[in-house]
């Protein structure tokens, strides 16, 4: 299997930070991944497709870029209603996977 | 607009079977894309568990292979997944999700249902 490993596990941050979320593959994925938000109690929802391709109808601070094993996700400046864990998804081999996710908390 | 719903028994004996069911609404289920199944466990992160084809066409996660079924139904426009011989560690929160198909290419899952959950107690 692929293993994804996503860092940081949790971090802290306030109202208007930039913050980056790392996910690396242990093998070449080339762009097969999204990112995924996910709220308490909540499904996840998709942000990125593609590394870096925005879904439809997410707000432009969301950002994805990366390829092959290194892939970051980026929020240009935290809003009150993006504190959430994050996910990565490779697509690209069977079984897909997920990384372990990334909590943002509020500082 | 593409929407999912998850139904099933929410509480399931342990060595009995664990059967959802996902209805698509807004989309055919005999389009091109997959038909997914993540499963979360209390407190843990995501697990996909397989992915099925309207054509009959599945791909599983080896780890669960060998008590895994997912099959479609046309007819209901709905797909469902069937996980046997359950414990504890199957509880979780069972989401069935859209694989997006664009041309040739796989997109990953792009739409997801609310979510079921399934605990496995006696």
């Known amino acids: 299997d692929i293993q994804m490993t996503q860092s940081p596990s949790s971090l802290s941050a306030s109202i208007g930070d930039r913050v980056t979320i790392t996910c690396r593959a242990s093998?070449?994925?080339?762009?097969?991944l999204g990112w995924y938000q996910q709220k308490p109690g909540k499904a996840p929802k998709r942000l990125i497709y593609?590394?870096?391709r925005l879904q439809g109808g997410v707000p432009s601070r969301f950002s994805g870029s990366g390829s092959a094993t290194e892939f970051t996700l980026t929020i240009s400046s935290l809003q009150p209603e993006d504190f959430a864990t994050y996910y990565c998804?490779?697509?690209?081999?069977?079984?897909?996977?997920f990384g372990q996710g990334t909590k943002v908390e509020i500082k | 607009q593409v929407q999912l719903q998850e139904s099933g028994p929410g509480l399931v004996k342990p060595w009995g079977t664990l059967s959802l069911t996902c209805a698509v609404s807004?989309?055919?289920?005999?389009?091109?894309?997959?038909w997914s199944w993540v499963r979360q466990s209390p407190g843990k992160g995501l697990e996909w568990i397989g992915e099925?084809?309207?054509?009959?066409?599945?791909n599983y996660n080896p780890s669960l292979k060998s008590r895994v079924n997912i099959s479609v139904d046309k007819s209901r426009n709905q797909f469902s997944l069937n996980v046997k011989s359950v414990t504890a560690a199957d509880t979780a929160v069972y989401y069935c999700?859209?694989?997006?198909?664009?041309?040739?290419?796989?997109?990953?899952?792009?739409?997801w249902g609310h979510g079921a959950t399934a605990i496995v107690s006696s």
């Open positions: 999700a859209r694989g997006a198909i664009f041309g040739p290419d796989y997109h990953g899952m792009d739409v």
């Open positions: 593609a590394a870096s």
């Open positions: 099925i084809h309207h054509a009959g066409s599945t």
């Open positions: 807004g989309a055919s289920i005999s389009s091109s894309n997959w």
């Open positions: 998804l490779q697509h690209n081999t069977f079984p897909r996977t």
């Open positions: 093998q070449d994925i080339r762009n097969d």
